[in-house]
T-cell receptor
Framework: GESVGLHLPTLSVQEGDNSIINCAYS??????FIWYKQESGKGPQFIID?????DKRQGQRVTVLLNKTVKHLSLQIAATQPGDSAVYFC????????????FGGGTRVLVKP | DAGVTQSPTHLIKTRGQQVTLRCSPK?????VSWYQQALGQGPQFIFQ???????QRGNFPDRFSGHQFPNYSSELNVNALLLGDSALYLC?????????????FGSGTRLTVV
């Protein structure tokens, strides 16, 4: 069935370094992909999205890359800070499927001081 | 401006019981979606309500049902609770103009079934 998954369950990174979180997807009909950040005790928080007709999008300290050839996307966080410690999810959305999000399993990012 | 509000924040139920969870959407949003998030997993879509009707449903049994009220708030009901229903239940609101990019999630209700 359709799925969105992640390669690494836990990522430990030194404060100030860059973080890269990876995600694989299987539904080639997805219209766009979204990265969410979920802190303990909170719901997912929107970080950045990318449409399927793009291959790169930048935000504040974050960059998302999309490789449709291998159905892979990544989230890069520059100069990782302690406040970046959280679980990160990628999700895919298809407007034809009614805008319901399909989430992957998540990657926990631990920032070491 | 209040975001999505869910209640209660935590509750414990016994197997076989029934539970009702509540959600108030963000101001200006009229669509409510419910997700189940098991520990260590990504959220799984349960169903979505718009104009007081279930518009879409994920792969969940009929024990899961919902309702949307005229003020756009929503309830999630689960009957005949199983241990496997223990999870964080998330409500997300949006509007037709924002679509899937405009989801705002609540902090969830942590349900424990014993």
């Amino acid at each position: 069935g359709e799925s969105v998954g992640l390669h690494l369950p836990t990522l430990s990174v030194q404060e100030g370094d860059n973080s890269i979180i990876n995600c694989a997807y299987s539904n080639s009909a997805s219209d766009y992909f979204i990265w969410y950040k979920q802190e303990s005790g909170k719901g997912p928080q929107f970080i950045i999205d990318i449409r399927s007709n793009m291959d790169k999008r930048q935000g504040q300290r974050v960059t998302v890359l999309l490789n449709k050839t291998v159905k892979h996307l990544s989230l890069q966080i520059a100069a990782t800070q302690p406040g970046d410690s959280a679980v990160y999810f990628c999700a895919e959305n298809s407007e034809a499927a009614g805008n319901k999000l399909t989430f992957g399993g998540g990657t926990r990012v631990l920032v070491k001081p | 401006d209040a975001g999505v509000t869910q209640s209660p924040t935590h509750l414990i139920k016994t197997r076989g019981q029934q539970v009702t969870l509540r959600c108030s959407p963000k101001s200006g949003h009229d669509t409510v979606s419910w997700y189940q998030q098991a520990l260590g997993q990504g959220p799984q879509f349960i169903f979505q309500y718009y104009e007081e009707e279930e518009r879409q449903r994920g792969n969940f049994p009929d024990r899961f049902s919902g309702h949307q009220f005229p003020n756009y708030s929503s309830e999630l009901n689960v009957n005949a609770l199983l241990l496997g229903d223990s999870a964080l239940y998330l409500c997300a609101s949006s509007s037709p103009t924002t679509g899937g990019l405009g989801y705002t999630f609540g902090s969830g209700t942590r349900l424990t079934v014993v």
